[in-house]
């Protein structure tokens, strides 16, 4: 009988045990399936992604990691320098848990004072009288703004006529592989001085749907073709297709995507990707004096939120060092933009030779705009032709023509 017993009591227990397994795996599937609920329903800046694990690990040196190392095996640190410290734990977990940086008050301030995201970026090669306090900006005013027909001075006009009257005479002369690529993805962007408006202080007034950056493109696109580089405008409205599809100004980078893809589709020589815009700043922060010529100054933007920016950093910082032997002051420098309260991309993922330049802003002339044109394609001429031959079309382009974003 007490045999009996025993028999009963490992039973049970055995059903106990397999219950509590069944239970706990019940439990642990459902705190799973609320912890991915939770991650995925949260605001596009507090959400996990890879842009956020990316913040976390840079703040990490490799000096902490050796000290972590240290701790099982004490060769490594015999390698760390002499005046190193092992790394707070607190700080970095304080850092994690609240996406603020104690040395870094933009960190808190940025999600609580709206534009402070603006200063985001950081400054890579900082120009002549480039900080944090002067970035470019990028100005987005209201859809009715963007649209109106306001009306462009007769100057301009006339700037228009004869641009078109020289691209026609380069189409009869220029054949060959069209390497560059030009777009506009804010195509509306204008220059006051330009524009007949009334209040000039105003820089959401510098939009035109005709007297607009496209000129600055089809400049650039007619000076590369001079020194023998094929190249090729993107001449859709990118702006009239956000309006047709009820799509914010903030989608302009979505819809100048489709068009980008599209060109890597029909052409397979393409190797360069010129996004260009116009900076929101005001004039004494883009514009230059060298040897009493007054240039619109440019200014390289570069997004880190993928994982190959560096190649498209390595030509920005390139051209810039040109630029700065040639024109001292004439580029404000190059800035990285990543992170979630940043578009990140600029479509520069599609390509390992794509660049995002901001030529002058609202207060530039097309004439001063044009100089600056001149003198970056003469920089960027002299530096394809050195390398050209030592161009590789399959490394400088990422075949992600149908890859989804």
Do not use: C
Not at 50 to 56: L, M, N, P, Q
Not at 246 to 269: F, M, P
């Amino acid at each position: 009988m007490a045999r009996n017993r025993y028999r009963g009591f490992t039973v049970n227990l055995n059903q106990t045990s397999f219950k509590r397994i069944v239970v706990s795996v019940v439990i642990g599937i459902i705190a799973m399936f609320i912890f991915v609920s939770m991650l995925t329903s949260m605001e596009p800046g507090y959400g996990l992604a890879s842009s956020s694990i990316h913040e976390w690990a840079a703040d990490i040196k490799g000096e902490h990691l050796l000290h972590l190392l240290g701790q099982e095996n004490n060769y490594f640190t015999q390698v760390l320098p002499p005046d190193s410290e092992p790394p707070n734990l607190s700080t970095l977990a304080f850092q994690i848990a609240t996406s603020i940086n104690p040395d870094d008050p933009r960190s808190l301030l940025g999600r609580e004072l709206p534009g402070f995201a603006l200063f985001d970026g950081h400054i890579v090669v900082a120009g002549e009288g480039t900080n944090y306090t002067n970035l470019p900006v990028e100005s987005a005013p209201p859809i009715d703004v963007i649209m109106a027909e306001r009306q462009a001075t007769q100057e301009s006009l006339a700037k228009l006529e004869e641009l078109e009257r020289e691209s026609k005479q380069l189409e009869e002369t220029t054949d060959g592989r069209k390497i560059v690529h030009i777009i506009h993805s804010h195509n509306y962007e204008s220059y006051l001085p330009e524009l007949d408006v009334e209040d000039s202080s105003d820089p959401n007034l510098a939009f035109h749907n005709k007297v607009n950056i496209t000129l600055v493109g089809e400049k650039m696109s007619q000076e590369l073709e001079k020194r023998g580089i094929g190249t090729e405008v993107e001449k859709r409205d990118v702006q009239g297709k956000l309006k047709s599809r009820g799509w914010n100004y903030g989608q302009s980078y979505d819809a100048s995507r489709e068009l980008v893809k599209e060109a890597i589709a029909a052409n397979e020589d393409l190797q360069f990707f010129f996004d260009l815009h116009r900076d929101s700043q005001r004039r004494e922060r883009t514009t230059v004096t060298i040897n009493g010529v007054e240039y619109a100054r440019t200014f390289f933007v570069i997004g880190a939120n993928h994982s190959d920016y560096q190649h498209n950093l390595k030509l920005a910082e390139d051209l810039h060092k040109l630029l700065q032997e040639r024109y001292p002051g004439l580029s404000r420098g190059v800035i990285t933009k990543g992170g979630s309260r940043t578009n990140g991309l600029f479509n520069q993922d599609l390509s390992t030779q794509s660049i995002l330049i901001e030529m002058g802003g609202v207060d530039n002339t097309l004439e001063e705009t044009y100089r600056s044109v001149e003198a970056f394609v003469e920089v960027f001429a002299d530096f394809y032709w050195s390398t050209e031959p030592n161009v590789n079309v399959e490394t400088a382009r990422r075949d992600k023509g149908e890859e989804s974003d």
